[in-house]
């Protein structure tokens, strides 16, 4: 009975691996020939450059104090909301922006190094850099928009 038992659980893994692999193709192929599914992947694309064009326009508006503390306090309070809901990426993305504005972004990286899970810390830690050249590319582009329009 062993002799033959082997085989046939090789055999019955290898054809349900094809069958996964047949079903992902299958409909793979089916989501590709769909007639607005390069009208949606359009969309979403433009959606997320939207996006992405005003949070950068939020970043531009850094000159002014007060706009700077009410972004500092809502990107703060928006890292806390989706840090509370388990969307750590999400969460990192916003503290990440606060972090860049901080006027003492040692103090606050303390505050965050003994609340924060560590694996949240560790994505925080190697997204702040990033964070904090985009906001001086933003800051670098709006002082040359500026000096066109003058």
């Not at 094809?18 to 959606?47: E, I, M, S």
Request: one cysteine or more; proline letters at 4%; hydrophobic letters at 35%.
């Amino acid at each position: 009975m062993s002799g033959w038992a082997r085989p046939l659980l090789l055999l019955l893994a290898g054809a349900c691996g094809l069958a996964l692999l047949g079903y992902g193709v299958y409909f793979d192929r089916r989501r590709r020939n769909a007639p607005d599914f390069q009208q949606k992947l359009r969309q979403k694309r433009r959606r997320e450059r939207e996006k992405a064009k005003e949070h950068d326009v939020e970043l531009c508006e850094m000159k002014n104090i007060g706009r700077v503390q009410e972004f500092f306090l809502q990107e703060v309070q928006l890292g806390e909301h989706w840090l509370s809901r388990g969307e750590h990426k999400k969460s990192v993305e916003h503290l990440t922006n606060a972090i860049s504005v901080c006027a003492q972004p040692h103090q606050l990286l303390q505050i965050l190094h003994n609340t924060l899970p560590p694996q949240v810390f560790e994505m925080l830690m190697q997204r702040v850099p990033y964070a904090k050249q985009r906001l001086q590319a933003a800051l670098n582009e709006q002082d040359c928009v500026e000096d066109e329009t003058e």
